[in-house]
């Protein structure tokens, strides 16, 4: 059964660093279909795609915000991380990650974590 | 980037068919995705590679594709099915969502 774990900390202040974790189980984040996507989506808004760490640990960011994150994995704990400097009340959000099966064509996502709320308040 | 434009709202009687459309060039060449969100839960994969669906989800649903739109139909809608429904596809190793559509089962 493969599930997925969001994990950090619920407030965080404005101006400082954000660190995510996804902890995974059920598959392993070496297998060279699989990689990990992290996806934000602000409280009644639309969901939002943010980062992909493939198994080659080749990285994909989000244009509009690819100065300010950094994805990375852990294989041997089954953890990818996703990191968020710079934070302002507009990325007060649910985070989720989501393992995809992703190539040049298409990235479908069957399997998501429950997600974490991340409130960025001073 | 590019964007993926759905309509913001469709409303559906029980028992009816309704369709949700996801406009971008992207998806001229590569394939959609739709997902399922109910309040308060992950999101669902119901449809990937425009037309393929998942074991798990019933065949009410299906997609389709024509140039750059893709559609998501939902035959014979269910009081279950009322939810937010979100295309995504794939672009240059990036990914993008469509804008959310709220299906509303009247």
């Known amino acids: 059964q493969v599930t997925m774990k969001e994990s950090g900390p619920v407030l965080v202040k404005p101006t400082e660093t954000l660190t995510l974790t996804c902890t995974v189980s059920g598959f392993s984040l070496s297998n060279p279909k699989l990689g990990v996507s992290w996806i934000r989506q602000p409280p009644g808004k639309a969901l939002e795609w943010l980062a992909h760490?493939?198994?080659?640990?080749?990285?994909s960011y989000s244009s509009s915000l690819k100065s300010r994150l950094t994805i990375s994995k852990d294989t041997s704990n089954s953890q990818a991380v996703l990191t968020m400097t710079k934070l302002g009340p507009v990325d007060t959000a649910t985070y989720y990650c989501?393992?995809?099966?992703?190539?040049?064509?298409?990235?479908?996502?069957?399997?998501w974590g429950q997600g974490t709320l991340v409130i960025v308040s001073s | 980037s590019y964007e993926l434009t759905q309509p913001p709202s469709v409303s559906v009687s029980p028992g009816q068919t309704t369709s949700i459309t996801c406009s971008g060039d992207p998806l001229g060449d590569k394939y959609a995705c739709w997902y399922q969100q109910k309040p308060g839960q992950s999101p669902v994969l119901v449809i990937y590679q425009d037309t393929r669906r998942p074991s798990e989800i019933p065949e009410r649903f299906s997609g389709s594709k024509s140039g750059t739109t893709a559609t998501l139909t939902i035959s014979g809608t269910q009081a279950m099915d009322e939810a937010d429904y979100y295309c995504?596809?794939?672009?240059?190793?990036?990914?993008?969502f469509g804008t959310g559509t709220k299906v509303s089962v009247l």
């Open positions: 995504q596809a794939w672009d240059s190793n990036t990914g993008v």
């Open positions: 760490i493939f198994s080659n640990d080749e990285k």
């Open positions: 989501a393992r995809g099966y992703c190539n040049n064509i298409s990235c479908p996502l069957p399997h």
